[in-house]
């Protein structure tokens, strides 16, 4: 299968090119054009291997969900002209991240096993096991590094530090709660929970802007919903959708981010689960069917179609 590593275009009145750690955003006008590639990240490392068809699933359940949640919150998308594609307002990015959690999962149980009782200034309660749910949402921000880890921050300290102004950071936390709530029901409607996702936000004429992907695999956790409670009695792990498996899949092979650490190589049948695995996500969350593009070069097809849209 031919995957997108990345993508090199040239396109008319281009003024500046970005590569992240998954997508390539090209900046046309005061339009960003984001290009989900299939390369997929852990621990704040790019893996060497890329995952087919991993761009056009992350990218198209970002589109599903910030088309409905329009109603909620302003965001920056205008277009997506192909599958593997966003289009969308340019925005200054606010440096903080908007993480939410429902449950004490991923890097929360973490924090909790250790011993901690508080992450980012969230008193956690005592008696918790994994992936119980908290009696009610917790935000946890982080700050939005350049390169490397983001770092967990409290909300004093964001307010402390000027990173936002009080009242940019109140719609921030508004909106969040609003936008976990809405992913939270419609997670319900197709049998699933959503555990904990991360939300980013810009400033654009002033205004508080949704930005990036939403409740995708690569920014949310989510549980199945059925048997649940019945594998939380037992002390069982969870079924979920996810990244973590992931990154699970990496610390058994002795990878966690850290110096030193060397990556392991990955096999052909655990590339080709990613892929089944956020297809299946796709599928269950949006209730649409997947539809796999066969072609031997999809950068031509990526670069037609945005070309089309912005003749």
């Not at 307002?89 to 991923?106: F, W």
């Not at 409290?154 to 009080?166: F, T």
Request: glycine share 6%; with cysteine; aromatic share 10%.
């Amino acid at each position: 299968m031919n995957t997108i590593r990345e993508t090199n275009f040239h396109f008319p009145g281009q003024t500046a090119f970005y590569r992240g750690k998954v997508r390539d955003v090209y900046t046309v006008a005061d339009m960003l054009i984001m290009v989900a590639s299939d390369r997929i990240s852990a621990f704040d490392h790019i893996l060497p291997r890329a995952i087919p068809y991993k761009g056009a699933v992350l990218n198209q359940t970002a589109t599903h969900f910030l088309n409905a949640t329009r109603d909620i919150c302003p965001n920056w998308l205008i277009a997506s002209p192909d599958p593997n594609v966003a289009i969308g307002h340019r925005c200054e990015p606010v440096r903080v991240e908007m993480v939410i959690r429902g449950y004490l999962a991923g890097h929360a149980a973490r924090t909790y096993a250790s011993g901690l009782r508080s992450l980012c200034g969230v008193a956690l309660p005592n008696g918790m096991k994994e992936n119980d749910p908290f009696p009610e949402p917790i935000i946890t921000p982080s700050t939005k590094a350049e390169e490397g880890h983001d770092e967990d921050i409290s909300r004093e300290d964001i307010l402390r530090s000027g990173l936002v102004s009080e009242e940019d950071y109140l719609t921030m936390e508004k909106y969040t709660r609003a936008l976990f709530q809405r992913g939270t029901e419609m997670a319900a409607k197709q049998g699933l929970i959503l555990v904990d996702t991360k939300y980013e936000f810009g400033k654009k004429n002033d205004e508080i802007i949704l930005m990036d992907e939403i409740h995708t695999p690569d920014s949310s956790r989510y549980f199945y919903a059925e048997g649940y409670a019945e594998r939380q009695e037992k002390g069982e792990h969870q079924k979920q959708l996810s990244k973590e498996f992931v990154r699970e899949w990496l610390m058994a092979n002795g990878f966690q981010g850290k110096d030193g650490q060397q990556m392991p190589v990955m096999p052909d049948e655990f590339a080709q689960e990613i892929t089944e695995r956020y297809i299946e996500l796709y599928e269950t969350i949006t209730g649409n069917t997947f539809h796999k593009d066969p072609s031997e070069h999809p950068e031509a097809r990526i670069e037609r179609n945005i070309l089309n849209w912005l003749d």
